[in-house]
């Protein structure tokens, strides 16, 4: 089984709408969450890290299930700008895998106008 | 630096050459980790290191792949004897820490290396 679960999309929302991503991870015992965005051909670069509590960056919500092992991400208004692949990622918090990300496959998001 | 470099941008090998891959991580940064993304968002880790020493090198398929990453000059990693299912690209990551606050931690990722294998 993938350390990180996750649907691929593709999405594709008009300008405005608001979309959500979702990844399951399988470690029970991990601590820290992220999602990176990466643009077609680049670096990933991150996004924001997911916090027990939820938290919320501008546009950008991100929630964390414990329980279910879960990860959201939810985009508000949607630009132009943000079409990029979305990454969920795990990074590892024990033993020789500490800091060691686990990513999932993405979910590629496309806006149009 | 205040970006992790990664040279050459692209590289292309024929099958069974030897392919060489470098980074200069963020200056302070401990951290400095590789990691293999093959077609469209496989993300597979290599090796990290903490400074010179080899971190954990677990995910790197030994026969043919080796890293180093020497005081005073870029990491590097090495791959002998290419073969076609190595095209890839490898992007290599620093950070300053490991553990702490997610602040401290963020891996900061280079451009990639992309390595064609024909």
């Known amino acids: 089984r993938k350390e990180v679960e996750q649907d691929p999309g593709p999405f594709n929302v008009p300008e405005g709408a608001t979309v959500a991503f979702n990844c399951t991870y399988s470690n029970s015992a991990s601590q820290s969450f992220f999602w990176y965005r990466q643009d077609c051909r680049k670096e990933p670069k991150l996004l924001m890290s997911?916090?027990?509590s939820g938290n919320e960056d501008g546009r950008f919500t991100a929630q964390l299930n414990r329980a279910s092992q879960y990860i959201s991400l939810l985009i508000r208004d949607s630009k132009l700008s943000d079409s990029a692949t979305y990454l969920c990622?795990?990074?590892?918090?024990?033993?020789?895998?500490?800091?060691?990300?686990?990513f999932g496959r993405g979910t590629q998001l496309t806006v149009w106008p | 630096g205040e970006e992790v470099a990664q040279t050459p941008k692209h590289l292309v090998r024929g099958e069974g050459q030897k392919a060489k891959l470098y980074c200069a991580p963020i200056?302070?940064?401990?951290?400095v980790f590789w990691y293999q993304q093959v077609l469209k968002n496989e993300f597979k880790f290599l090796i990290s290191f903490q400074n010179e020493n080899v971190f954990d090198e677990t995910g790197m398929p030994k026969e043919r792949f080796s890293a180093k990453c020497l005081p005073n000059s870029p990491c590097s990693l090495e791959i002998q004897a290419t073969k076609l299912e190595d095209s890839a690209v490898y992007f290599c990551?620093?950070?300053?820490?490991?553990?702490?606050?997610?602040?401290?931690?963020?891996?900061?990722f280079g451009p990639g290396t992309r390595l064609t294998v024909t």
């Open positions: 990551a620093s950070s300053q820490s490991i553990a702490g606050g997610h602040s401290s931690y963020e891996q900061y």
């Open positions: 200056k302070g940064h401990s951290y």
């Open positions: 990622v795990v990074k590892g918090d024990r033993g020789s895998t500490l800091g060691r990300l686990y």
């Open positions: 997911v916090y027990s």
